[in-house]
């Protein structure tokens, strides 16, 4: 078991890295997902799961497989989004599913909801943005109960997680007392690769964004999120933590030493 997760501004190039030592694994034949697919991929390898439940995650697995192979006809995905909306017990059956694993997550870590939980209160989101944030976390919470109780072997490598989001609460409130609480209480990754992009580089691919509506708004955003990573990743480092801090200058070797960290973790990892 590897648990890899990035961290980094918007537009610094986090999931092409992710994506590029996913693609390299894969192709030497190591079990490799991301938080979202552990999900759908491994539920069964950690909970028994009831004939709908199976229905539901095979159903949501084939959707993931079809979104990702843009070669398949559209006709197969309208199918599928078809067979899935006929199966309304199914959705009813994984929110009790996903709901079991989440309390169980919350009985195991019961000051990391509080400490989350007061942040909200304090701290004024916009509807929206709270309600996104909370569905991003229940399901990091979900993935990683199903990556301890699941007896497989894998490797997870996400662009974002449980280090990253809390770079998502900074945005509201920078306050460093609530950092050192939630890097304590938080579950780790095994690895933390932090982007490292240069800022103006992140503004650049940003202007190649044609639908975006206030760039303006969003370069504002990218700065604030910037100097947040940064002092989150200085904190965390200093933990004796794996880390590496890349971008596009010093990728291609630093690449070989972060697949060579996951290839050590993993073959020392408990088999299957």
Known sequence: MCIVEFTGSPYSG?????????????NEGYPVFNYKKNIFYNIHHAYKLNIFE???????KNRIKSDEQHSLKSKKKIQLSSQSKKLKITSLDQKKIFNKILNEFIEENTELDLLINEFFKKNKFEK??????????KNLSVSKKIIEKSSKRKIIIDSEGFIHRLNSYLLQNSDDLFIDKYLYLVPKPDILVYVNEDINECFERLENIDNLANK???KV?????????????????????????INKENFSEEKKNII??????????TPD
């Open 260 to 269: 060579k960290s996951i290839k050590k973790i993993y073959e020392n990892s």
């Open 54 to 60: 199976k229905l539901f995650f095979y159903l949501s």
């Open 216 to 218: 303006k708004l969003t």
């Open 128 to 137: 929206n943005r709270e309600k996104e944030l909370i569905r991003w976390q």
């Open 221 to 245: 955003k990218i700065k604030i999120f910037k100097a947040n990573c940064e002092k989150v990743f200085l904190k965390y480092s200093k933990k004796n933590f794996i880390t590496f801090e």
């Open 14 to 26: 986090k999931s092409f890295y992710t994506n590029l030592l996913e693609n390299e694994l894969t």
